[in-house]
Structures are given as structure tokens and as C-alpha cells.
Nanobody
Framework: QVQLVESGGGLVQPGGSLRLSCAYS????????MGWYRQAPGKQRELVGA???????AYSDSVKGRFTISRDNAKNTVILQLNSLKPEHTAVYYC?????????????WGNGTLVTVSS
């Protein structure tokens, strides 16, 4: 059974930074593409970026240049570095593996970690 545990969220002022972590256990293979998602209040969950097993990354236009994803396969961890944060980045952030065929999340969601950007 796969478990996804996100951490590192909190309250940060505009322009600040946060480092989010996703620890996963179970049968997530190191070959899985891992994605970071977010769900802002009143909005649908959206994919903000992803990383392949070899470290290639892709980002949505809304976060490109501000967010950076990395992974440590040995530690079963995926990191999302958030820089130059704005109030519109306020959301609950989640991680999940992405099915390579359908591009949909593969596993049950964790609880996420709340990021609040406010002065």
C-alpha cells in the first residue's frame, strides 16, 4: 500500500520561500514520474510540476522560474522548492506518482501541506 506524506508548509510573507517535502512508501517505483499538485481555495487541484526518475522536470507556466522540483530516489523523497511566493500561491500542496499512459495520479492522495502566502 502506497503512502504519501507531504510536509514543510506554513505561513510565509510575499516574496518568501518554502521547501516542501514528499515522503513516499510502499510500491512506488523509482521509475515513477512524481508530480506536485496544488489546490487553492475554491479551485480544482492542478498539476504544477513533475520530475522523471532521471531528474528531468517540467512545470506549469504559472510557476515556471519560481518553483523547482528535485528527488532523492534513495530516500524516497521528492522536494518542491517554492521561491518568490505570491498570495496566489496559497494552496494545499500534494504529491503523487503520475501514470505514464493516462497522465492521471496513480495513488490515493495524502493529506497535503498548506502553504499560506500573506503579509
Amino acid at each position: 500500500q502506497v503512502q504519501l506524506v507531504e510536509s514543510g508548509g506554513g505561513l510565509v510573507q510575499p516574496g518568501g520561500s518554502l521547501r516542501l517535502s514528499c515522503a513516499y512508501s510502499g510500491s512506488i517505483f523509482r521509475f515513477d514520474v512524481m508530480g506536485w499538485y496544488r489546490q487553492a481555495p475554491g479551485k480544482q487541484r492542478e498539476l504544477v510540476g513533475a520530475i522523471t526518475s532521471s531528474g528531468s522536470t517540467a512545470y506549469s507556466d504559472s510557476v515556471k522560474g519560481r518553483f523547482t522540483i528535485s528527488r532523492d530516489n534513495a530516500k524516497n523523497t521528492v522536494i518542491l522548492q517554492l521561491n518568490s511566493l505570491k498570495p496566489e500561491h496559497t494552496a494545499v500542496y500534494y504529491c503523487n506518482a503520475i501514470d505514464s499512459c493516462s497522465a492521471v495520479p496513480k495513488y490515493a492522495w495524502g493529506n497535503g501541506t498548506l502553504v499560506t502566502v500573506s503579509s
